[in-house]
């Protein structure tokens, strides 16, 4: 079965930097399109950011382009999000997500003083 699997996150202070993994398994990796989501306290799950399967051509939201980097390593079936200058309102649990519909179970990431 497909798992994606989560790791990376934890306490930073604004202006500091994470990286985020998502260890896949259960499908073939490459031939899928991969996204990250967060989704904070109160708050509707937030598309982050999107990587075809040949890592060519990311997209990402407003809210974190210049910031947070989405990339892939197809021979090691894993995703990242380089996560840079971040700021209190990158507070949420974060997601990654396969274009098969299946989800992580989500790292928590938390931005303050």
């Known amino acids: 079965q497909v798992q994606l699997v989560e790791s990376g996150g934890g306490l930073v202070q604004p202006g500091g930097s994470l990286r985020l993994s998502c260890a896949a398994s259960?499908?073939?990796?490459?031939?899928?399109?991969m996204r990250w989501y967060r989704q904070a306290p109160g708050k509707e799950r937030e598309w982050v950011a999107g990587?075809?399967?040949?890592?060519?051509?990311?997209k990402y939201a407003d809210s974190v382009k210049g910031r947070f980097t989405i990339s892939r390593d197809n021979a090691k079936n894993t995703l990242y999000l380089q996560m840079n200058n971040q700021k209190p309102d990158d507070t949420a649990v974060y997601y990654c997500?396969?274009?098969?519909?299946?989800w992580g179970q989500g790292t928590q990431v938390t931005v303050t003083l």
């Open positions: 259960g499908f073939t990796f490459r031939h899928y399109a």
């Open positions: 990587i075809p399967f040949d890592g060519a051509g990311a």
């Open positions: 997500g396969a274009s098969t519909g299946d």
